[in-house]
């Protein structure tokens, strides 16, 4: 919590700092005055002009009409070139510092005359080219062309745009006018590219950043807005278009506008929790039929869509803003604060440009909205980024309850597990006691009661006596050895009987061969299925002694093709399922090898008898060490 509190009244003052400098950043003086010191310079306030086509100077009977500068040429028929002149005198005295004209702004260039002497040019339109300028001009007043009393600068320029101004401007010593020239240089140009440059590269970020998650809406609008602004910024202020071109150029203008209008709009919406569909389509409709519908009338369109198509979005504007205050007001967040400040700031800036545009209240024509819109966006940014901390904080603490939670799961697990373990050790001793007495019942204590009740009836022999209890002895041990729990190696307990049957097969003059081939290490198998195994080698063994009358035996033991085999051969007289000596020692050899998932075959090989027993990997646990 208490780094909650932190993080939001930093947020806070961050944003208020924000504002602050946008105040101040923004409220230069220069853009409305045209020089710092009033009493170095001689600033031109009024003039006269004429539309002439005249190459020179017209004359005095020209039809010269007074104006206070800044002044709007009349409006020219679209695609009409109308030549202008204006000329303005002033009042020098005897001085040896040169001198030069400082020009805030000269939208469509001109030709410059001294007392009647050309002394520069720019650029301006003609029947090829639309020309405007975005930028002051600063030029040297040759002294020669300057004399003692009255001086005359007249200024030829055409123009084609509708509510074109000619500003005022001073004359004065260079250290005087070389500053606030640089400062509108920035502010009318390089902050312009600055700006344009700016919004394009953060845009297409923000683009790439809303396309790895498409779930945030708002990252994907604002990033269009910022793109939007930017190309806008690059075609509106683009010196010189030529004139085959100019209509897919105003097009071009409408069209990133007017898109910028409508997503800001739908972003503010959104921000504010007002969520219409039919109203962004509207919006999109509005602006895409509107761009179409001058792309194809042209340039008798353009009054409509600088007028009443362009208002057309302002009451979409004022709403999704009123949205937005009124959840400012709800929120009382410092987001929400800040966006409505900074909407304020562009809105006034906006109407600032629009009055310029037709020419309400007899502003100079000075644009401020392509300074202005950075700023906002600035502090949309700014909020999705705070929102994006936020976000990352609930991660964080949902992480932190997430791992908690985990902790605690892992210990409660970890007690369930010892629980668990403890219960299937008891399972375990419980069901090895049962194994151990069933095994005991059928195997050591079967024979043993056979071999009491042949005692009993005095029909065993001796020799037949001391078989029956060697048998039973041998049982018992394979029992035993396969229940030992501190060692789960099958291979000690085979080398064990492997000892005990090559005494027996010495005894009776037959020769074991028992190999061991490819074995691993260590051959760890359960006691169930190690007594199973132990118990049918037993038997085969035991069966070769009995019946087959074999002089040798060899015994096999070796993985092949991912399972266990034991092979038992001997070549004694052969063996017949339909043989007398049978019994049930294949029935119950059979028997074992299926509770353990083993293959058991058994066949006559010509010279003696084959037992083979497969028993498959994943039975058994193999490691070598």
Request: aromatic share 10%.
């Amino acid at each position: 919590m208490k780094q909650r509190r932190w993080a939001s009244s930093n947020r806070t003052g961050c944003i208020a700092c924000l504002l602050k400098l946008l105040l101040l950043f923004f409220a230069y003086p220069a853009v409305l005055a045209s020089a710092a010191n009033v009493q170095q310079v001689i600033r031109i306030e009024q003039a006269e002009f004429v539309i002439s086509n005249a190459q020179s100077i017209p004359g005095n009977d020209a039809g010269w009409q007074k104006v206070v500068l800044p002044h709007r040429s009349p409006k020219p028929k679209e695609r009409d070139l109308v030549p202008y002149w204006y000329r303005a005198s002033f009042h020098l005295g005897m001085t040896d510092q040169p001198l030069w004209a400082y020009f805030p702004k000269l939208r469509s260039g001109g030709v410059i005359y001294l007392n009647g002497i050309r002394i520069g040019e720019i650029r301006g339109a003609d029947e090829v080219d639309q020309v405007r300028w975005f930028r002051p001009y600063l030029r040297y007043l040759p002294p020669i062309a300057l004399r003692e009393g009255r001086n005359e600068i007249a200024v030829h320029f055409a123009i084609r745009e509708p509510l074109t101004s000619f500003g005022e401007f001073v004359v004065g010593p260079e250290t005087t006018l070389r500053g606030d020239y640089e400062q509108m240089l920035f502010w009318e140009e390089t902050s312009t590219k600055i700006a344009s440059a700016v919004c394009l590269f953060v845009g297409t970020l923000i683009l790439i950043f809303w396309l790895r998650r498409r779930q945030e809406r708002l990252y994907g609008i604002f990033g269009i807005c910022v793109l939007f602004w930017g190309i806008r910024t690059f075609v509106f202020r683009m010196p010189v278009v030529p004139m085959e071109h100019w209509v897919f150029w105003r097009v071009c203008y409408y069209f990133t506008t007017a898109g910028f209008i409508v997503c800001i709009t739908i972003f503010l919406l959104h921000f504010s929790g007002f969520i219409r569909p039919l109203l962004n389509r509207f919006l999109l409709a509005y602006w895409l039929i509107g761009c179409l519908l001058f792309a194809l009338i042209g340039i008798p369109a353009r009054a409509v869509m600088d007028t009443w198509w362009t208002l057309g979005f302002l009451p979409f504007t004022l709403f999704a803003f009123l949205r937005l205050a009124h959840y400012a007001v709800c929120q009382r967040t410092a987001s929400s604060i800040a966006m409505v400040l900074a909407i304020l700031f562009a809105l006034s800036l906006a109407l600032h440009d629009y009055a310029v545009q037709v020419g309400m209240f007899g502003l100079q024509e000075f644009y401020l909205l392509h300074l202005g819109i950075p700023a906002y966006l600035l502090v949309m940014g700014c909020v999705l980024l705070n929102r994006f901390y936020d976000s990352l904080v609930l991660v964080e603490s949902a992480n932190e309850r997430l791992m908690l939670r985990l902790a605690e799961r892992e210990k409660e697990l970890a007690a369930s597990y010892e629980q668990l373990r403890k219960l299937e050790l008891d399972r375990a001793t419980t069901e090895e006691r049962q194994r151990i007495m069933q095994d005991m019942h059928d195997g050591v204590g079967s024979q043993l009661l056979s071999t009491l009740a042949l005692a009993e009836s005095g029909t065993v022999t001796h020799k037949d006596m001391v078989s029956l209890l060697r048998e039973c002895l041998d049982d018992m041990r394979l029992a035993i050895d396969s229940l030992t729990p501190a060692d789960p190696d099958l291979l000690p307990v085979l080398g064990d009987l492997r000892r005990r049957m090559e005494t027996r097969f010495s005894a009776l003059g037959v020769t074991l061969h028992w190999r061991n081939q490819d074995l691993p290490d260590s051959l760890e198998v359960g006691p169930r299925a190690g007594l199973q195994l132990l118990r049918i080698l037993q038997e085969a063994l035991t069966n070769v002694l009995k019946h087959a009358q074999a002089k040798n035996v060899d015994v096999d033991i070796l993985f092949e093709a991912d399972q266990l085999v034991i092979r038992i051969a001997d070549d004694g007289v052969g063996f017949s399922r339909a043989g007398k000596h049978n019994g049930h020692g294949v029935a119950n050899m059979k028997m074992r090898a299926e509770r353990i998932g083993a293959a058991f075959i058994i066949e006559d090989s010509g010279k003696g008898t084959v037992i083979r027993l497969d028993l498959p990997l994943p039975a058994i646990s193999a490691a070598t060490h």
